[in-house]
């Protein structure tokens, strides 16, 4: 397999002229500094609406785009709006309520102006989710976006006695029709100028969902809808309480009598969006931490068995392995190896974590079936990493990669036997911990909220990425 360097650029945190990083221009003119700079992969986190804290990984649907997403120029091009907005001035934190605020006015007058055609009829024709989603999220306005298991009685038969307001239907879906025509450019773009495009799919899907609202037999849910168990992790490296995530558990036993037709059904999704998929929390596959719904943390889990041998059998009658790549990081049991290894599945390692003695899981010098980090979304930038150091710990870093030793563990990662190699853009740009995109654990407005506000500073990189790629032949 050929040795790659790539970027990790959560679309978010694009300059962008509304508030966000978008589906616009700037998309384009990045993939064009990253090609410059020698990458051959992109990596972005999950599209999917955001949900609580606005966070990428609790979503309305694990399925859909978020509208904040959409390119307003190109509505404007194709004449389904009349006039843009007023610019936002670009700042170096996304203002995620502004750009919804925008977006889905000009959203409501596109969708007025859209005739549908063959190309939407194919869309929804090959896309049954949409329909689900679109009459969740019909019904959630109704209800003033309650949980589907909190809605009054009555609401609940809505679609059964044809009361949904279908002009209300129709705007999901074509909002995801026009979402899916531009992400898909994208995505096309960069293929044509050598990227691959990484994405990355949680685990686990959100209570507030259309997945779990229509397919309620997949997951461990009581008679009313609420869930028996949520998902998290125990205390770890970066919680003394462990993750409380709150997702439903899946009902695994149900899953396998329909040969995990939910988890084909949603890697054949995201097949259509990207090149590589990155399934997030793969120990979850072979033990997942179960927690008792109701408690406050996630310290009273235990550990339950998972059919991952028996999910990935099913899998790769659909799928060739170089589709899939697996985040394997943590404090493992040896099995969660032999299931990755039996599968020959790329794991990962995290450079920050290799470089401190105390860990044991991230020796990565002769293991080329492996796809490298500086750090993930979830790390400090390598900056911050290094600024918290002692001392003495800064000092045999500088022993081991030289006196500008940001520059030297870049380099040494990727010159490293990894298959993949995947940089930061804030660690590109050598930011500070300012610049930390999410601290697991937490809820606040600085989580997830990270971006550009041009792209002249990434460019002025060029060369120095460039001549970095070269020496270590990626």
């Known amino acids: 397999m050929e040795r790659k360097a790539g970027v990790l650029l959560p679309i978010s945190s694009l300059p962008g002229k509304y508030g966000i990083g978008d589906f616009g221009t700037e998309a384009i003119k990045a993939i064009d500094i990253f090609k410059e700079m020698g990458f051959k992969q992109l990596q972005v986190l999950p599209l999917n609406p955001l949900g609580y804290g606005n966070s990428p990984y609790q979503s309305y649907s694990s399925y859909a785009i978020d509208p904040i997403y959409i390119d307003i120029e190109d509505l404007h091009a194709r004449g389904l709006i009349t006039e843009l907005p007023k610019q936002v001035k670009a700042t170096a934190k996304a203002d995620y309520e502004l750009a919804r605020q925008i977006k889905m006015q000009y959203l409501e007058q596109a969708v007025k102006n859209y005739h549908m055609d063959y190309f939407f009829d194919e869309f929804i024709k090959d896309n049954m989710w949409v329909d689900e989603y679109a009459n969740y999220m019909a019904l959630k306005e109704i209800d003033e976006s309650k949980i589907w298991y909190e809605w009054e009685e009555e609401k609940l038969d809505y679609l059964r006695l044809d009361h949904i307001n279908e002009s209300r239907v129709k705007f999901y879906k074509v909002v995801q029709f026009l979402l899916f025509e531009q992400w898909n450019k994208i995505r096309s773009y960069a293929n044509q100028n050598g990227l691959q495009v990484i994405g990355d799919i949680p685990i686990y899907v959100s209570i507030d969902s259309h997945d779990v609202w229509a397919h309620k037999s997949n997951y461990l849910l009581d008679d009313d809808g609420r869930p028996t168990h949520v998902a998290g992790v125990p205390p770890d490296y970066f919680s003394e309480d462990g993750q409380l995530w709150g997702n439903p558990l899946y009902d695994w036993d149900n899953l396998e009598r ?46 339950i068995i998972a059919p991952g041998h028996k999910l990935f059998e099913e899998l790769f009658k659909h799928f060739d392995k170089e589709e899939i790549i697996v985040e394997d990081l943590g404090d493992m049991r040896p099995e969660v190896f032999k299931l990755r290894d039996d599968f020959e599945l790329m794991g990962m390692k995290i450079i920050q974590f290799s470089l401190d003695p105390n860990e044991t899981n991230n020796d990565f010098e002769d293991y080329p079936n492996l796809l490298l980090y500086t750090g993930t979304h979830d790390n400090q930038t390598l900056v911050g990493w290094y600024d918290d150091l002692s001392d003495v710990e800064k000092e045999n870093i500088a022993n081991q990669f030289g006196q500008d030793p940001i520059t030297g563990i870049i380099t040494e990662m990727f010159k490293s036997v990894g298959n993949y190699a995947i940089l930061p853009v804030w660690d590109i740009l050598k930011l500070d911990d300012s610049a930390r995109f999410n601290t697991p654990g937490t809820v606040n407005d600085i989580n997830w909220s990270w971006k550009l506000t041009e792209l002249e500073t990434l460019s002025n990189e060029t060369e120095t990425i460039k001549q970095i790629l070269k020496q270590t032949n990626r």
């Not at 998929?277 to 406050?296: E, L, N």
């Open 258 to 303: 329909d040969n995990f037709k939910f988890w084909v059904d949603r890697l054949n999704h995201n097949k259509k969006m990207y090149d590589i998929i990155r399934i997030d929390h793969f120990r979850a596959f072979d033990t997942y931490w179960k927690i008792p719904y109701g408690d406050t943390t996630a310290r009273n889990g235990e550990w």
